[in-house]
C-alpha cells in the first residue's frame, strides 16, 4: 500500500492542533502530572483525544509554518495551559495547608521531594494524597477529560478567547491558594494555638520548668490527634473545592 507524501502531512496538519492543546492541558493539569503516569502513557492519551476530535470535528486548513499557524498554535498552548492551572490552584491550596498545619505543629523541617510541587511537608503530602484519592472518588478524571473534550466545541481551532477577561479571571481564581489553604488548615492551626496559650500558662505558673522540651513533644502529640479529629470534615471541604475548581474550569468556556 503506498501513502503519499502530501497525504501524512494533511493529516499530520490536523492533528497538530489538537495535541498542542491537549499536551498543554497535561503538562499543566494536576492529575497528569503524577509519576504514576509515565511519559508514554500521557503521549498515549493525548493522541487518542487528538484523533477523536480530529475526526469529530472540522479543523482550519491552514500552514503551522506560516504565520496564521504560528498564532493559532501558540493560543492552542495558551488555552490548554490556562484550563490546566485552573485545577494546578486547588493543589496549591492543599499544599499551603499542609504547610500552614506543619508550622503549627513543628515539623516544617520535615520535607519530602514532590515531582510537582517540590519540597513540600509532610502535613501537605498527606493532603495531596487525600485530594488525589477524593478528585479519583468523585469521577473527577472523567469529567477532567469530557471538559477538555467540550472546550473544541466551544473555543474552536482558530478561534481567539478573550485574552484580558481570562487573565483577571485566573488571577481572581489565583486568590483561592491561601484562601483555600487557610479555611483547610484553620481548625488545626486554631486548636494549636489554644495549646500554645495553654503552654504559656503552665510557663507562668512554673517557671523553673523547661517549657522547650515539654512544649514541642505535647505540639507534636496534640497536632496529630487534631489532624486525625479533623481529617474527615477536609475531606469533605475537598470535595466541594474541587467541585468549585471544575465548575470555575466550565465557566471559563462559557
Avoid at 58 to 84: H, K, M, Y
Avoid at 163 to 173: E, L, P, R, T
Amino acid at each position: 500500500m503506498n501513502i503519499e507524501l502530501g497525504t501524512i502531512y494533511e493529516q499530520l496538519l490536523q492533528i497538530i492542533f489538537p495535541l498542542l492543546r491537549i499536551g498543554a492541558f497535561m503538562l499543566a493539569s494536576p492529575l497528569f502530572t503524577v509519576d504514576a503516569l509515565n511519559l508514554r502513557f500521557r503521549i498515549a492519551i493525548a493522541l487518542v483525544l487528538a484523533v477523536f476530535i480530529m475526526n469529530a470535528g472540522s479543523l482550519p486548513e491552514v500552514d503551522i509554518l506560516s504565520v496564521s499557524g504560528i498564532s493559532i498554535a501558540f493560543t492552542e498552548v495558551f488555552i490548554g495551559f490556562v484550563l490546566g492551572f485552573i485545577l494546578q490552584i486547588v493543589i496549591a491550596a492543599f499544599t499551603v495547608a499542609g504547610a500552614f498545619v506543619s508550622n503549627s505543629i513543628g515539623l516544617s523541617f520535615a520535607n519530602i521531594i514532590d515531582p510537582a510541587m517540590g519540597n513540600v511537608p509532610v502535613i501537605s503530602q498527606l493532603l495531596l494524597i487525600l485530594g488525589t484519592l477524593v478528585f479519583l472518588a468523585l469521577d473527577g478524571h472523567i469529567v477532567l477529560v469530557r471538559n477538555l473534550v467540550e472546550s473544541f466545541a466551544l473555543i474552536p481551532i482558530g478561534n481567539y478567547p478573550d485574552f484580558s477577561g481570562w487573565f483577571n479571571f485566573v488571577v481572581d481564581w489565583s486568590a483561592m491558594t491561601f484562601i483555600g489553604g487557610l479555611i483547610l488548615a484553620l481548625p488545626a492551626v486554631v486548636s494549636l494555638l489554644i495549646v500554645n496559650f495553654g503552654l504559656a500558662i503552665v510557663t507562668r505558673a512554673a517557671p523553673a520548668m523547661n517549657i522547650f522540651s515539654i512544649g514541642f513533644s505535647a505540639l507534636m502529640i496534640c497536632g496529630f490527634i487534631f489532624v486525625y479529629i479533623y481529617m474527615p470534615g477536609a475531606i469533605y471541604f475537598m470535595r466541594d473545592f474541587w467541585a468549585s475548581g471544575v465548575t470555575t474550569f466550565s465557566s471559563l468556556l462559557l
